[in-house]
């Protein structure tokens, strides 16, 4: 059984940053797609970014790109989302998840984190 464990949310103004932050402690954790989705409330979770682990490559939704990072510490087999220009918008529980394949679809993911709330205040 794959565990996950994420740290790092809070409450943050507007244009603010946070870093969430992910460990797995999966020791083939290089072969694993690991993703991280949101849910606000009385919304349908939705994708916010992956990354696959053994080559580091990334892809982000829209309404995040350009302000959110996805990286990998193999040393440390964490995953961090680099939260930057925060808004209210962004408001959420970020799930952190692994799976085997790179998609965007909550589905596909098998493994996932029990969730950090990030508040965003305007």
């Known amino acids: 059984q794959v565990q996950l464990v994420e740290s790092g949310g809070g409450m943050v103004q507007a244009g603010g940053s946070l870093r969430l932050s992910c460990t797995i402690s999966?020791?083939?954790?290089?072969?694993?797609?690991m993703a991280w989705f949101r849910q606000a409330p009385g919304k349908e979770r939705e994708f916010v970014a992956r990354i696959t682990w053994s080559i580091g490559s990334t892809s982000y939704a829209d309404p995040v790109k350009g302000r959110f990072t996805i990286s990998r510490d193999n040393a440390k087999s964490t995953v961090y989302l680099q939260m930057n220009s925060l808004k209210p918008e962004d408001t959420a529980v970020y799930y952190c998840a692994a799976g085997g394949i790179a998609t965007i679809r909550s589905f596909d993911y098998d493994s996932w984190g029990q969730g950090t709330q990030v508040t965003v205040s305007s």
């Open positions: 999966e020791r083939t954790f290089r072969s694993y797609v």
